[in-house]
DNA sequence: GGACCCATGTAAAGGGTTACATGATTTC
DNA sequence: GAAATCATGTAACCCTTTACATGGGTCC
């Protein structure tokens, strides 16, 4: 049992779902290719914390519909009771950042453009589904209370690194610009 | 050639250094474990990017000098030219809010009061760094500039995340206890 | 005496991505 | 006609963690 196996138990304690709609609603917080997801299931089935159930669509594939069963339900129980580890984050840019000196502003300011760009997409998305939300899931208690607190934390840090690009570009903006030649120019 | 590579060359295109001092300096941003990062050295020895000096030392175990060559400063300037891979974070809190509803306040508050230690620690951390940055390093075209930006950018984060927790936690005290009993109290 | 820091490495196992494979329906 | 969405699965490869292995010096 590894976190993201946790992850999609806890999906399936709020409704039954298919792998495929699991993974669309895990995406937003944990990436997870379809490829890694299916697999997992097979084995959650397989270990009696899960039951499977396949469902006849006509206009859409068939489906595998997936339940919690109760031992899957103590497991999460048992695993909510231990202390979240550390999270782990992976961004190419800050990597880039490093090396930022042994490149011209141009090229600095390409990459922290593409990157607000991305931000702003998902300060969007995430102010789209917060407003989206019910009042009772701004509840604890509340079944959505959970994804309502998510998806405010995913807006405040998108809007921190927002704030933080904007930051960045105006500073490469305001940089002197590079001598054009070395030798003195004359008139 | 991974990220982590170009990492460690971005690393070393600053300064010559020992894989040991790689691993703790790239840890605040990129986490890699020892066992990665020297196989990951020694390859990059191979492919002629890196050139490795062992230097003696009496009172620490020796360790081994990499340093950049001209062929890895190329790589570095080609991987600066390509846009940067959107972020992945991996947090276990994340799934575990998923299913918040099943457990009990005080699981609840427990689990975000740890976090929200960590990230008065991470605050702590950063705030001192940047502190004890030079002027010059606030500037593009210092070497430090990538380090600085970045010190603010984790800075600006933490600070995010901690006002979630304390959002988080005041509403889990603020929010009605349950029921003691299901039995209506007589007196 | 035990824990921690320095310093390097290998091996095994687990986590995650990319590619392969299929196929109907809908939208542009 | 091409691309996207729905829907599930496997196989190969790469990335990352954990564990094994060594050993001196310092601090409590």
Redesign the interface.
Known sequence: MN??S??L???L??KRSSGYDLMLRIQP???AKHSQIYPLLSRMEEQQLLTAEWVKQTDKPDKKIYAITPLG?QR??E???M?????????????????????D?D??L??FR??SI?YQEQIHYFEQAIHKMPDESH?????D???Y??R??AL??A???M??TT??ID??KN??PPEVSSEPQHH
């Open positions: 976190t993201l946790y992850g138990l806890a999906l304690a709020r917080f944990w990436q339900e999460l129980h695993w909510m009771q202390p979240a580890s550390e999270p782990v984050t992976r961004d190419e840019l800050v990597l880039k950042a490093f090396c930022l000196w042994i490149t502003k090229t600095a390409a990459l593409k990157r991305f509840q604890f208690g509340s079944q209370f959970g994804l607190i998510l405010q934390k405040g840090t809007r921190s690194n704030e933080w930051w960045v500073m490469l940089a002197a």
